[in-house]
């Protein structure tokens, strides 16, 4: 896979193709919207997600894992069976599918709720995701989470509600903050204390900025962002 070229492609925001990855935690609202607005998308339910897929008809393009959720194997879909023991979780088994694919926009629905240690391992997808230069989207009950690795994302003066950030690593060096209440310049955040919880939007464009390390950042959903990769 040519790294670079895929970089460039976000840079410029074109040609990239979005992935849909239905999982088997809470679904707290459907992912049509997006899958309606984009025509170049790849939908793949990561094993019990298919459940959700079928109650709100929506048709993936693939169906991945080992099916223990499941209790069986889906009939009239492209199958990826996995092994039951495996170091790969589903919806990271599916992303792994879907950067074959070209993928370089990933949104994850039912992957937050029920076991912590689940929307844990989904966080982490995200980080794995940003070291990659690729875009990662976590969707939980009434917000988002994504990864922010060496780069920055960008929201406008329309945004509002709280937004948080917190070191995905040990330590996030040179964190910027700027157009928000509360105003960072060139921070060391670390992840034994939540300095970035709580911020809020104040009706200017606000930018949060990394220079060396992953954040997390989490803000509402509707929110609209760009990212500066």
């Not at 040519?2 to 460039?8: L, P, R």
């Not at 903050?177 to 939007?201: C, Q, R």
């Amino acid at each position: 896979m040519n790294t670079s070229s895929n970089a460039n492609n976000l840079l410029k925001g074109k040609n990239m193709k979005k992935c849909i990855i239905v999982g088997a935690g809470e679904f707290f609202y459907s992912p049509k919207e997006i899958i309606e607005e984009n025509n170049n998308r790849l939908i793949i339910a990561a094993d019990g997600g298919y459940n959700h897929c079928v109650k709100h008809g929506i048709k993936p393009d693939a169906v991945i894992g080992d099916f223990d959720s499941l209790g069986g194997k889906p009939e009239n879909c492209v199958l990826v069976c996995l092994p039951t023991e495996k170091d790969d979780t589903d919806t990271l088994a599916a992303i792994r599918y879907a950067i074959e694919e070209n993928c370089g926009e990933f949104h994850i629905f039912g992957g937050t709720g029920g076991r912590f240690d689940h929307t844990f391992a989904n966080m982490q997808c995200l980080v794995f995701l940003s070291k990659q230069k690729k875009q990662g989207f976590l969707h939980g009950d009434g917000y988002v989470i994504t990864a922010v690795t060496n780069g920055a994302i960008c929201f406008s003066e329309n945004a509002s509600g709280s937004v948080s950030v917190f070191a995905a690593g040990d330590k996030a060096e040179g964190v910027c903050e700027t157009g928000l209440k509360y105003s960072l310049k060139n921070a060391v955040v670390k992840n034994d204390f939540p300095i970035g919880v709580s911020n809020s939007f104040t009706g200017r464009k606000s930018r949060i900025s990394v220079e060396k390390g992953s954040i997390f950042v989490i803000f509402p959903k509707g929110v609209k962002y760009t990212y500066d990769i």
